[in-house]
């Protein structure tokens, strides 16, 4: 054996897996040294390890999102209100701006409504019942109006103020939805609680003026509903109340019009009596007022009252009234009418000249007006003229006369409309 193997070291020909770090380089930098040079910037190492929060805003859908923050945010009774929204509202998420809004409005009503705050928590109702304005939204507008009337009737600071003008929002609502009845309760709540105040809205109309203008509206519809269903005594009613707002608003336009739509109610069932005592205030405040529109309806309503009485002399009086009126106003539809109904009363007293004038002008209004009503007129026009004829050829003929006899014979030939022309005269002699 060599010298050089035995005095020297043996060297191993695999490495000492028990002990590795001998084998290690050592680094040429030290880790802090390496840090200091190679610095992480926090919002770096932030988006590279996104925590489980951001990955629920990607993964999960918004409106997934809004009920979890509300949870964690403790706000219960909002995420209770927002979850049984959004089961209905099936475009949520195609509004992200509506749905932040929605929620940031829930959760400060939430907080106002456990600090009492109740007055800052119908503020964030009525915000939002404005904010949904688009006829698809409408729906919402109507839930956060209930909400609004939630809240202020548990605020007693305003005297009810706010509890009044939310009624009178959802007696809007029911009116819009067609349901009569429950506006009128909302309406009469409105009304109860402007009574003696002085409450006006932002464009200084009195609340209370305003309480009686809608309950007029509502009783107006009602009443008009029970005439279809021909129930004249609840109609009658129905119209009196309204009457009776109308007076109480110290508007005397409106007053007029209620007061001739009673007249009607009467007219329906009869009472021709009371029926003209009602169409005379219309027509008194329709004179004060200078409404032709008005005033010529009138005239119109109590000449019918008259002719159902049989007074034919009187109704065709009022009626000249009408057509007078409604030519000097330049109304031509009510032209029309008033010269069918003065054809109409001139048959009746078998005036078969003045009724074929009186229908005439009628077809040649309804033909510049294509009117529905020319086939009508036209009818009546030519039913006119020949009962104009036939009234002076049989007066020709009952009354003896060699010369009445020759005007006949000379008709027949010419066959011309001369026959009835210088009938009066041959009436005198």
Not at 114 to 119: A, I, K, P, V
Not at 140 to 149: E, G, I, R, S, T
Not at 223 to 228: E, I, P
């Amino acid at each position: 054996m060599s010298s050089a193997v035995v005095g020297g070291s043996p060297t191993p020909i695999l490495r000492d897996i028990y002990n590795a770090d001998k084998h290690r380089k050592p680094p040429t930098k030290s880790f802090p040294e390496w840090m200091k040079e190679n610095p992480v910037h926090p919002a770096a190492e932030e988006t590279q390890i996104p925590t489980e929060h951001e990955i629920a805003q990607f993964r999960k859908p918004l409106r997934h999102n809004v009920c979890v923050e509300l949870l964690s945010e403790g706000f219960h009774r909002s995420f209770a209100q927002m979850f049984v929204l959004l089961q209905r509202w099936d475009g949520a998420e195609e509004h992200p701006h509506k749905l932040h809004t929605l929620q940031q409005h829930l959760t400060h009503a939430e907080t106002a409504e456990r600090e009492g705050q109740y007055g800052e928590a119908y503020d964030n109702h009525m915000l939002l019942a404005r904010f949904f304005t688009e006829p698809e939204d409408e729906w919402l507008k109507h839930h956060f109006l209930q909400l609004a009337l939630d809240s202020a009737r548990k605020f007693k600071m305003d005297s009810g103020k706010r509890e009044a003008e939310s009624n009178l929002h959802m007696g809007q609502v029911y009116l819009q939805k067609s349901q009569l009845e429950r506006a009128q309760e909302h309406y009469e709540v409105f009304y109860h609680l402007t009574l003696g105040r002085t409450w006006q809205d932002p464009s200084g109309r009195m609340h209370h003026s305003r309480s009686c203008e809608e309950l007029q509206k509502v009783f107006t519809l009602l009443g008009q509903r029970l005439l279809q269903e021909q129930d004249y005594v609840h109609a009658i009613k129905m119209f009196t109340k309204a009457y009776e707002m109308a007076k109480e608003s110290g508007d005397r336009g409106s007053e007029g019009e209620a007061a001739y739509r009673l007249g009607l109610a009467y007219q329906s069932a009869g009472d021709q009596k009371t029926a003209k005592q009602f169409f005379s205030v219309c027509m008194e405040i329709s004179t004060t007022l200078e409404n032709t529109d008005s005033l010529g309806g009138t005239y119109e309503a109590i000449a019918k009252s008259l002719e159902s009485e049989g007074k034919l002399t009187e109704a065709t009086e009022f009626l000249e009234r009408f057509a007078e009126i409604s030519l000097k106003s330049k109304q031509d539809r009510n032209l029309e009418k008033a010269s069918m109904c003065l054809g109409n009363i001139l048959s009746l007293r078998k005036q078969y000249d003045g009724a074929y004038e009186h229908f005439g002008r009628a077809y040649e209004i309804a033909c510049n007006l294509v009117s529905a009503r020319l086939q009508k007129a036209q009818v009546c026009a030519g039913s006119a003229r020949a009962l104009s004829m036939m009234q002076a050829y049989h007066r020709l003929i009952e009354t003896p006369g060699r010369q009445k006899i020759d005007r006949i014979i000379s008709w027949k030939k010419r066959r011309n409309d001369t026959l009835s022309a210088p009938l009066e005269e041959e009436m005198k002699r």
